[in-house]
C-alpha cells in the first residue's frame, strides 16, 4: 500500500493491515469486499481458509516450529463496522473508502467513524498470520460479518471443523480490561400503519442535534440524552398548543448507537416559528442541565413550503404518544457486580415512510428472563397501539466461568509485563463469545483490546501506543498456551 499515513509507528504489520483494511467499504450489511479481501491474503499465505454465504470467513494456521502439537488457539473479531458520519462529511460510506489519518497518539477517520471496532480485530489476525517469525500455537481465526447489527455472522457460522476449546476475542476497547461475561440481546422493531393526505398550512422543520450518541451499550450509563426521545417531549409539548400534522419524521441510524440527532417536518396549523422556538429553547436549556450534553441544540425553521402531504392530527397524536410512551436507557442493574447494568433499550432508529412508521431498539440484558419481560412490555405496547411487532438477532448472553486457565494464564502474564492486574470485568453490550459459546460446549474466552475513544460516533480514535502494548502482550500470551 503506497503512501501509507500510518507509515513509521509500531505494531508497523498490524497498522500496515489495519490502514488497508479502512480502505475497503466495509459497513454491517457490506462485507463482501472485505471478507473477498480476508480470502485473497489466504491464498497469498498458502493458508486453508473457509468462506460461507454470509460472507464469514475462518483461517487456518499450523503451529510455529516447537508448538505444532499444542492445543489450537482461536483467534476471533468481527470485519463489519457501524458507519457514522458527520452531517457535512462527503464519504459515501457504502462505496468509499475511510480518510485515515492521526495526530501521532491517536488514529482517526475525518468525518466518520474510524472502524477500530473491529478492525483492529482482523488486523492483529492478519499481522500474526502473516509474520512467520511470531511463535505461536495452531491458529484458528474466525471473523465473522453483521456483528454490529445483531450478530447474524457469528450465529449463522459452522465452526464444526474447528478443533480449539480456547477463545481471544479482540472486540474490547479498554486496555487493562479482560472481559469475560456479557449480556444478550435482540433487534426489536414496533410499525405502526399510518396513513396520508393533503393537509395546508404552515411548515415548519423541527431539529434535536449535537447529542453526544455512542454505544448502546458500554455507553447506555453515562447520562446522554437520546435525540428521538427528546423529539418526542418537544412535539408533546408543542401539541398542547397547537395541531399538528407531520409529514416527515427521522431519527438515528444504527439500532446499537444512541441517537444524536432527529429530525421532524410538521404542518403546524396556526403557527408562529418564535411561538415554537420559546418551547425549543426551554427545552434546549433542560436537556443540558438534565443530561450530560453541553452541546445540545434544538430548534424550529420555517419551510418554504404551504402543506404537505400529512398525517392527520389524531395520527400525528398517535405517533407522538408512541415516541414518549416507549421504554428507553436503562431497566435495571445488576445485584451481583456493582455498577454493571443489568438490563437496557435503545430507541436507536425511527423513520416513517409512505405507510408506516417503524421504532427500531437493541435491547440487552445479562438475564434472560428480564429480555424476555423487556420483549413482552414491547409486544404489548406495540399491541395497545395497534401496532406490529418483530425481532431478529436473538443472542444468548455470555456467562461467567468460575474456573478458567485462560483467564489466569493472560492475568498473570499481563500482571508479569506491566507490573499491574488487569481488571476483570463483565460488560452490558454484546460480544460474539455467547453465540460461539453456545456452538463449542466447553469453550473458554476471554475478549481483549487496545484503547479506544468514542467508538460509533465520528469522533472514535484508536490509541497507537496501546495497540503496541496489546499486540506485544497477544504474542506473549500465544507463546504461553
Known amino acids: 500500500m503506497e503512501n501509507r499515513v500510518l507509515a513509521g509507528y509500531e505494531p508497523a504489520l498490524v497498522l500496515q493491515y489495519f490502514e488497508e483494511i479502512c480502505a475497503i467499504p466495509h459497513g454491517s450489511g457490506n462485507t463482501k469486499a472485505i471478507s473477498d479481501f480476508l480470502v ?46 458527520d452531517q457535512d462529511c462527503s464519504i459515501d460510506m457504502l462505496t468509499q473508502g475511510l480518510d485515515v489519518t492521526h495526530d501521532g497518539e491517536y488514529v482517526f477517520a475525518n468525518g466518520t ?10 488486523a492483529f489476525a492478519l499481522a500474526l498470520l502473516a509474520d512467520k517469525s511470531i511463535a505461536h500455537p495452531p491458529l484458528e481465526v474466525v471473523i465473522t460479518v453483521d456483528e ?6 457469528a450465529t ?49 422543520r423541527l431539529t434535536v442535534e449535537g447529542l453526544q450518541g455512542g454505544h448502546s451499550g458500554v455507553e447506555i450509563h453515562k447520562n446522554r440524552a ?55 429553547g426551554q427545552l434546549q436549556q433542560e436537556i443540558r442541565q438534565q443530561y450530560d450534553e453541553p452541546e445540545a441544540r434544538i430548534y424550529g425553521d420555517d419551510v418554504d413550503a404551504f402543506g404537505g402531504n400529512a398525517l392527520s392530527t389524531q395520527l400525528s397524536a398517535k405517533v407522538i404518544a408512541l415516541l414518549c410512551s416507549v421504554p428507553n436507557g436503562i431497566q435495571s442493574w445488576s445485584k451481583d457486580i ?26 440487552r440484558s445479562s438475564v434472560n428472563q428480564e429480555k424476555t419481560d423487556l420483549l413482552n412490555q414491547l409486544k404489548e405496547l406495540a399491541r395497545l397501539q395497534d401496532c406490529s411487532y418483530s425481532d431478529t438477532g436473538n443472542y444468548p448472553a455470555w456467562e461467567y466461568v468460575q474456573d478458567s486457565a485462560l483467564r489466569d494464564t493472560m492475568v498473570r502474564i499481563y500482571g508479569e509485563m506491566f507490573g499491574k492486574e488487569p481488571q476483570v470485568v463483565a460488560i452490558h453490550a454484546g460480544l460474539e463469545c455467547g453465540i460461539l459459546s ?15 475513544y468514542d467508538i460509533h460516533t465520528s469522533r472514535e480514535r484508536l490509541d497507537i501506543a496501546s495497540t503496541e502494548r496489546t499486540w506485544q502482550f497477544l504474542l506473549k500470551t500465544l507463546r504461553n498456551l
Open 226 to 280: 437520546n435525540a428521538t426521545k427528546v423529539m418526542g417531549e418537544l412535539l408533546s409539548r408543542i401539541q398542547k398548543l397547537m395541531p399538528l400534522c407531520i409529514t416527515k419524521l427521522s431519527g438515528g441510524t444504527q439500532d446499537n448507537a444512541i441517537p444524536r440527532s432527529c429530525s421532524v417536518t410538521l404542518v403546524a396549523m396556526g403557527s408562529h416559528i418564535e411561538r415554537i422556538n420559546e418551547i425549543t
Open 40 to 85: 485473497a491474503f489466504a491464498k497469498k499465505h498458502d493458508l486453508d481458509y473457509r468462506q460461507d454465504g454470509l460472507n464469514n470467513v475462518i483461517i487456518f494456521q499450523e503451529g510455529t516450529c516447537g508448538m505444532e502439537d499444542h492445543a489450537p488457539v482461536i483467534l476471533q473479531g468481527h470485519m463489519d463496522m457501524v458507519c457514522e458520519k
Open 113 to 122: 467513524t474510524l472502524g477500530g471496532d473491529d478492525g483492529i480485530a482482523v
Open 438 to 452: 453456545d456452538k463449542l460446549p466447553g469453550l473458554e474466552c476471554v475478549s481483549i483490546g487496545p484503547q479506544m
Open 148 to 153: 454490529e447489527t445483531g450478530m447474524e455472522g
Open 338 to 363: 456493582p455498577g454493571l447494568v443489568q438490563t437496557s433499550l435503545n430507541l436507536g432508529v425511527t423513520s416513517m415512510e409512505k405507510d408506516k412508521l417503524s421504532l427500531t431498539f437493541a435491547v
Open 156 to 204: 449463522g457460522i459452522d465452526l464444526s471443523e474447528l478443533k480449539g476449546r480456547t477463545l481471544i476475542n479482540i472486540d474490547s476497547e479498554e486496555e487493562g480490561v479482560f472481559t469475560v461475561s456479557c449480556a444478550g440481546g435482540v433487534k426489536s422493531t414496533i410499525h405502526l400503519p399510518v396513513q396520508r393526505r393533503a393537509v395546508y398550512g404552515p411548515c415548519v
